[in-house]
């Protein structure tokens, strides 16, 4: 059997897992929920669940991967569970799902890019006509899943890591220019006070479980995407350390975007933050405002700066949702990778195409599905959305942490997390993962699945 390659180091890997975890999610969902959420309130609340229920998640997921080599399918199966196979199955579900709408919202990003850079800040001011022009987001869509699948098809050290290589430093130089550059605008100040001052009183439960769900998605956990990359790990890395730069890392960009962002804002509205939300709009409708009124020049550096440090952070979440079914592939079916990326990526953007058309451009997919008790309908990606995402995510956590605690056995995790870390076996950080695996991350993301479910699909609010 041909090799399934791997990757070159431990750094290469810690760049490519950063690269899945720092995403969209990052830019555009992370700060808002920090300002809304009680600021620095906020972030101390989502550290403590990225560090105590997440980093064991992660670490599990890595494990497996690293432990028996194979696929989320393949995994279970190699570990003498057949049974759970089916668990596997749910993560390329959910992955396929996932970059169905993932790579729409990409496509937008990079069309903004090319757009900025010829000068059109017009287009901030008809976002929703454009994401209906299905021909032109169309053809964003499948450069964005084109250069996807290129850098997939090269292997994993030759194309993930190489990308990651580049992309990571990147990003990371664009985002500290950009925090910098807005935090020198006049009535930054404001912006950041806004972001950061804490709200004890804004704290609710159910900002709590927002910063739950934000960590959990942010760190791109519960699907198998980390024990895809976790199965081309070397044996002598240690993985509690990796697994600690990778959240470091997804926590540290998620806040630089806050610093970029509420400054700009702050801009814009002369210190007043009025009439502005999160979401798609902020990114594709209010930034575009501020890049404009910086003056011809300045605005397309600014804003195409902007719009390509999107797209890079998109670029590396494609391309591991995009490696979880091809490994299952090439794994399961001995096929060559080359082929199988371009089948399976071709697949995934069909997946697709009824999410690009329910933005306005077919009424059927834009008006797709009413739940029980709402008064107006759902689209299409939405509902992609809150299956492949929010359904499905909190549920293959809380699987993955009974199956390592319960089926597989907490003492296979603790060896092989000991391998490269023979520290590992006796110390504090034992003990750690031993207590949340069993018992904390199982109870948390199973409240969360729970929740999620009945307020997605029934409108039922708890809080
Ligand atoms: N973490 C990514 C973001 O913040 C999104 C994401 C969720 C993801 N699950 C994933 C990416 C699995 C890759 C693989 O935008």
């Known amino acids: 059997?041909?090799?399934?390659?791997?990757?070159?180091?431990?750094?290469?890997?810690?760049?490519?897992?950063?690269?899945?975890?720092?995403?969209?999610?990052?830019?555009?969902?992370?700060?808002?929920?920090?300002?809304?959420?009680?600021?620095?309130?906020?972030?101390?609340?989502?550290?403590?669940?990225?560090f105590i229920l997440c980093f064991p998640v992660m670490v599990t997921e890595i494990a497996i991967g690293r432990k028996t080599q194979k696929n989320p399918v393949g995994a279970y199966e190699a570990l003498g569970f057949k049974k759970w196979k089916f668990l596997g199955m749910l993560g390329i579900l959910s992955g396929i799902l996932i970059l169905s709408f993932y790579n729409v919202v990409a496509g937008w990003a990079f069309g903004y890019f090319l757009e900025i850079l010829r000068g059109n800040f017009e287009i901030g001011n008809n976002f929703s006509i454009y994401i209906a022009q299905i021909w032109k987001v169309g053809i964003y869509g499948t450069v964005f899943m084109g250069v996807t699948a290129f850098t997939v098809s090269k292997g994993i050290s030759g194309g993930i890591e190489r990308a990651a290589k580049f992309l990571m430093p990147s990003l990371l130089i664009m985002i500290i220019g950009l925090a910098f550059y807005a935090m020198s605008l006049p009535d930054a100040g404001a912006g950041i006070v806004y972001y950061l001052v804490p709200e004890f009183s804004e704290v609710t439960f159910e900002v709590v479980y927002n910063a739950l769900g934000q960590a959990f998605f942010s760190l791109s956990l519960g699907m198998g995407a980390l024990i895809t990359y976790g199965s081309y790990v070397s044996k002598s890395d240690n993985i509690i350390n990796s697994a600690a730069w990778i959240t470091v890392m997804d926590v540290g960009i998620a806040f630089l975007a806050g610093l970029m962002i509420f400054p700009f804002v702050s801009y814009l509205t002369n210190g007043t933050m009025e009439n502005f939300s999160g979401g798609p709009g902020l990114i594709f409708t209010t930034l575009p405002g501020v890049f404009s009124s910086l003056g011809e020049t300045l605005g397309i550096v600014v804003g195409s700066t902007f719009f390509l440090l999107l797209s890079f952070a998109a670029l590396t979440s494609t391309v591991s949702l995009l490696e979880v079914p091809v490994t299952y592939v090439v794994d399961e079916l001995k096929v060559s990778r080359k082929k199988t990326v371009w089948i399976v990526a071709i697949l995934i953007f069909l997946i697709g195409v009824p999410s690009l058309l329910s933005n306005g451009y077919s009424s059927f997919f834009t008006n797709f599905v009413t739940y029980f008790g709402a008064t107006s309908p759902t689209n299409f990606m939405t509902l992609v959305e809150h299956v492949g995402n929010d359904t499905f995510l909190p549920l293959g956590g809380f699987l993955i942490t009974v199956f390592a605690a319960y089926v597989w056995g907490k003492n296979n995790l603790i060896e092989e997390l000991s391998e490269g870390n023979p520290k590992f076996r006796d110390g504090r950080m034992k003990k750690y993962i031993d207590f949340t695996i069993s018992y904390l991350c199982p109870v948390m993301l199973g409240i969360i699945f729970i929740l999620t479910f009945l307020n997605r699909f029934f409108g039922i609010n708890v809080f």
Do not use: T
């Open 1 to 50: 059997m041909a090799s399934r390659g791997k990757f070159s180091s431990k750094l290469g890997f810690i760049l490519a897992a950063a690269g899945s975890a720092v995403g969209l999610g990052n830019i555009w969902k992370f700060p808002f929920e920090v300002a809304d959420g009680g600021g620095a309130a906020f972030v101390l609340i989502y550290l403590v669940f990225a």
